[in-house]
């Protein structure tokens, strides 16, 4: 691998470690695991933290349309698209209470393009998020 294959984007958030926002293999491109954060900032759309960092409240809604657009942002960058996704895994922190809603605005966002999907409930992610998304598309 040489430093070409790397892809990052100027327009979504930094990563929170020593990774890419994405890395070309061939004609395929690996997003790593992309949340709800906003550039420049630590604050996450949605969430309310307590005086610990601990997650008083979360609304998933909002969570969805910023990973989304996080997802698009660093697809674009890397001269990819929305309609070149093929395999999405969505990691989820509160699978009862958050799959509906998630699936619901997913639906939305993949009418056209439905790629391959898995859906898991992990304990914790490395941020006070409730959902992250790992992709795969075509570039």
């Known amino acids: 691998m040489t430093a070409e294959n790397i892809k990052n ?60 657009s996080n997802v698009r942002m660093i697809l674009e960058d890397a001269g990819s698209g929305w309609d070149k996704l093929v395999d999405i895994t969505v990691f989820l922190t509160n699978m009862k209470a958050d799959f509906a809603t998630f699936n619901r605005i997913y639906a939305e966002y993949f009418k056209d393009n439905q790629p391959c999907r898995t859906t898991v409930e992990v304990n914790a992610l490395p941020t006070p998020i409730a959902i992250e998304l790992k992709c795969v598309a075509t570039i």
Request: proline share 10%.
């Open 9 to 68: 984007s100027s327009k979504a958030p930094e990563p929170v470690g020593a990774y890419p926002h994405a890395r070309q293999v061939g004609n395929l491109l690996f997003l790593s695991g992309v949340g709800p954060r906003q550039r420049g900032s630590s604050k996450i759309p949605g969430v309310e933290l307590g005086p610990q960092g601990n997650i008083i409240r979360y609304d998933i809604e909002a969570q969805c349309h910023a990973v989304f």
